[in-house]
């Protein structure tokens, strides 16, 4: 029991003096505190959805929680993943004096630098399609405008090209 449960029959009938505790003084009491039962079901029911509003976040789990909750909630199929993006290979300056070895074309395969290092320009490294994948089982129907209307609430702000695939 917290702080916001209230049991308003058993408050009337303790805050009530002994003398004036017959069923009809209760009951009447009862009625004149219906309005404010109502008030405090409609402020316990929007206390729930705002406790589940500030536990999610925009990480990608809660947000793949978030649209199972509402679409899959049995089978918990769908997920999101990023799209494609290269991290740029920073070359160094002389001065900064962080040596980078690309390697050279002639070297054996046995020079400790197998793995190829690729250089990639600015415009390669930028997203130039979409930031995440949302992937959806087929078996689940979706609303796209309220699916559309929940990753607007939840993602981050600079992530705002997504799409949507069925797998």
């Known amino acids: 029991m917290s702080y ?24 009447w009491l009862q009625a004149l505190t219906k309005p404010v039962r109502e008030l405090y079901a409609q402020f316990y029911q929007n206390r729930a959805s705002d406790i589940y ?24 199929g769908i997920y999101i993943t990023d ?26 395969s046995s ?19 979409y930031h995440f994948i949302i992937h959806v089982p087929t078996a689940v129907t979706i609303d796209m405008v309220r699916l559309n209307a929940l990753v607007d609430k939840y993602r981050l702000p600079s992530r705002n090209m997504y799409t949507v695939v069925y797998y």
Do not use: C
């Not at 916001?4 to 009809?24: E, H, N, Q, S, T």
């Not at 925009?58 to 899959?72: H, I, K, M, R, T």
């Not at 494609?84 to 070297?107: M, Q, T």
């Open 4 to 27: 916001y449960d209230i049991d308003f029959p058993a408050l009337i009938k303790m805050l009530l003096p002994v003398r004036l505790r017959k069923p009809v003084m209760q009951h």
């Open 53 to 76: 509003t500030l536990s999610h976040n925009s990480q990608v789990v809660y947000l793949q929680a978030v649209l199972n909750d509402v679409f899959d909630s049995t089978g918990r």
């Open 83 to 108: 799209d494609f993006a290269a991290d740029p290979l920073y070359v160094y300056l002389p001065a900064e004096a962080h040596p980078l070895w690309l390697g050279l074309d002639g070297e054996p």
């Open 111 to 129: 020079v400790a630098y197998q793995v190829p290092a690729w250089l990639y320009t600015r415009t390669e490294t930028a997203y130039v399609s």
